[in-house]
C-alpha cells in the first residue's frame, strides 16, 4: 500500500554562519495513510431534520483486496479521520437495518453500533475486487438540525475495524428543513342577472327593464332575460326568484301556480328557463358549467310563477352556466286597462 512521508529539515539562523561551520541535520519521521476511496456518494431518500430515512451509501475500491469490515462513522466537523469527531446533535443510526449490499456480499453490522456510528462485518474477510460498492441502510434518524454533516468511511482486513484501515473516504452531505409552501383560495360566488349579457361576462350587461308593450287577447306577449352563475362552492349553488304578480293598482294578472301553457284570452303570468316552441321564445341553459332548472321551470311551453322558488340548481362546482329566462302574459277581454307592473329578484347562494 502507498506510503506518504512528511519532511523536517533543521537549520540554524543565517547569522550564526559566519561564527561556525554550517551544520545541516535532517530528521525524517513518517505517517501512515490508507489508499483513497473514490466516487463517495452519499443518497438519502428524506433529507428533513429528525426526519427516519434510508441512506444508500457507495464507493469505489482502487485495487482487489481482503475486506474484513467497514466502520462508517457521522460527524458534524470533518471527513477526515485523523481528526477527532464531534456527535451530530440528534442523529441515531443504532436502529439502522442492512437492506443490501452491491459489489460485495456477506456483510452485516456487527453489534454495538452507537447513534452515530456502525462497523460491517464479514467474518470470511473475502477477496473484494476493485471497483463499485454499495450499501443500503433503513431506519437512520438524520441530525435534528440544518447544516453539513459528514461520513468517514475506512475498510480493515480485520472482521472488528482494528488494526490498519486499507482504504480511508469521506462524504459532504447536507439537512434541511423542507420548504412549505401553503396558500388559500377564496370561495367565489360569480352572479349576475340582465336583460342580456355577452360571453358570460357580468361587466357586458344590458339593461334591467322589461316593457310589454300593449297587451293583446289575441296574442301571447313574450320578453327574455338572463343569467350567469359560476361558483367554487363544493355543493354547487341555487337561485332564489322573489317577486309578485303583475299588478295595477289593485288590478292583477294571477301567476300561473302551476305549470301550463300559454292560452291568450286567458289572463296569465309565468316564466320558465327553457326553449320553447309556443310561442317561440327563450334558450336551453348553456355554457361550460354545471347546473339546470328546476322541474318546475324546465317543461317546455309551460310556464309557472311562485314568489321563493328555486329557479336553477347545481350539486357541484360550477364554471360559467347561462340561463335565459322566458316570461310570457295573456290577458282576457274582461282583464281591466292600465299599467301593470312587477319587480323580480334573482337571489344566488353557494353552497359551501
Known amino acids: 500500500m502507498p506510503r506518504f512521508f512528511t519532511h523536517r529539515i533543521a537549520y540554524l539562523p543565517i547569522w550564526l ?6 551544520i ?48 462508517i462513522q457521522f460527524c458534524s466537523n470533518s471527513p477526515i479521520v485523523s481528526m477527532s469527531c464531534s456527535i451530530p446533535s440528534g442523529m441515531d443510526v443504532s436502529g439502522a437495518t442492512l437492506t443490501s449490499q452491491s459489489g460485495v456480499s456477506g456483510f452485516s453490522i456487527a453489534s454495538g453500533a452507537t447513534s452515530y456510528s456502525w462497523v460491517l462485518t464479514n467474518p470470511s474477510a473475502p477477496l473484494v475486487n476493485s471497483g463499485a460498492l454499495s450499501f443500503l441502510f433503513s431506519g437512520i434518524q ?12 475506512q475498510t480493515y482486513a480485520s472482521t472488528d475495524a482494528t488494526g490498519t484501515a486499507l482504504d480511508v473516504g469521506g462524504i459532504a452531505f447536507s439537512i434541511n428543513s423542507a420548504f412549505t409552501i401553503t396558500t388559500t383560495v377564496p370561495p367565489y360566488l ?3 342577472s340582465a336583460v ?37 362552492a363544493q355543493n354547487g349553488y341555487a337561485v332564489e326568484l322573489t317577486g309578485s304578480d303583475l299588478t295595477s293598482g289593485n288590478n292583477i294578472v294571477p301567476a300561473l301556480s ?11 303570468f309565468g316564466l320558465n328557463l327553457v326553449g320553447n316552441s309556443q310561442p317561440l321564445i327563450g334558450n336551453n341553459d348553456q355554457g361550460p358549467g354545471s347546473g339546470n332548472p328546476t322541474s318546475g321551470y324546465a317543461q317546455p311551453n309551460n310556464f309557472k310563477f311562485a314568489s321563493g322558488d328555486l329557479v336553477a340548481t347545481s350539486n357541484q362546482v360550477s364554471d360559467f352556466r347561462q340561463f335565459t329566462v322566458s316570461y310570457i302574459i295573456d290577458i ?13 329578484t334573482y337571489v344566488a347562494m353557494a353552497n359551501f
Open 17 to 22: 554562519w559566519q561564527l561556525m561551520p554550517i
Open 24 to 71: 545541516i541535520a535532517a530528521f525524517f519521521s513518517s505517517v501512515a495513510f490508507g489508499a483513497l476511496l473514490t466516487q463517495n456518494y452519499l443518497l438519502i431518500n428524506d433529507n428533513r431534520p429528525s426526519a427516519v430515512s434510508n441512506y444508500n451509501i457507495g464507493f469505489t475500491l482502487g485495487e482487489n483486496e481482503n475486506i474484513g469490515s467497514i466502520a
Open 142 to 153: 438524520n441530525p435534528s438540525t440544518d447544516g453539513s454533516y459528514y461520513v468517514r468511511i
Open 190 to 192: 360569480y352572479f349576475c
Open 196 to 232: 342580456t349579457i355577452a360571453n358570460y361576462n357580468c361587466d357586458q350587461t344590458g339593461g334591467n327593464y322589461i316593457n310589454f308593450g300593449d297587451l293583446s287577447t289575441q296574442s301571447t306577449s313574450t320578453a327574455s332575460s338572463q343569467m350567469v352563475i359560476a361558483t367554487n
Open 258 to 268: 302551476n305549470p301550463a301553457p300559454a292560452i291568450p284570452g286567458i289572463s296569465q
Open 332 to 344: 282576457g277581454s274582461n282583464q281591466p286597462p292600465g299599467v301593470y307592473a312587477t319587480t323580480l
